[in-house]
């Protein structure tokens, strides 16, 4: 499977971004989806993940109650909708895609960098 995320960029405090993450070479029909993120010096952290119906939805503390995970099973896609967003939000994004309906990072993707910044 191959995993690209897009639709970072650079953004003010408090304003909104959305990503996406297309698969292509797998469905990701039946698989656990999740973005990590990663900022300069910091440990990878996981943010968000999503199980294969959408039924169950995992958030890290420091982003719940401002992203919102969803995906498009039809689409093979992938979403993560940013509000409220923190400079420390500044990373670089990473879509991953389980071997299993739980979360897990056996496959990544390409990283889109999120600047948030005045």
């Known amino acids: 499977v191959q995993l690209q995320a897009f639709g970072g960029g650079l953004v003010q405090p408090g304003g909104s971004l959305r990503l996406s993450c297309v698969a292509s070479?797998?469905?990701?029909?039946?698989?656990?989806i999740s973005w990590f993120r990663q900022a300069p010096g910091k440990e990878r952290e996981g943010v968000s993940s999503i199980t294969s119906n959408s039924g169950i939805r995992y958030y890290s503390d420091s982003v719940k109650g401002r992203f919102t995970i969803s995906r498009d099973n039809a689409k093979n896609t992938l979403y993560l909708q940013m509000n409220s967003l923190k400079s420390e939000d500044t990373a670089v994004y990473y879509c991953?895609?389980?071997?299993?309906?739980?979360?897990?990072?056996?496959?990544w993707g390409n990283g889109t960098q999120v600047t948030v910044s005045s």
């Open positions: 991953t895609k389980s071997r299993y309906d739980v979360p897990g990072m056996d496959y």
């Open positions: 070479g797998d469905s990701l029909d039946f698989y656990a």
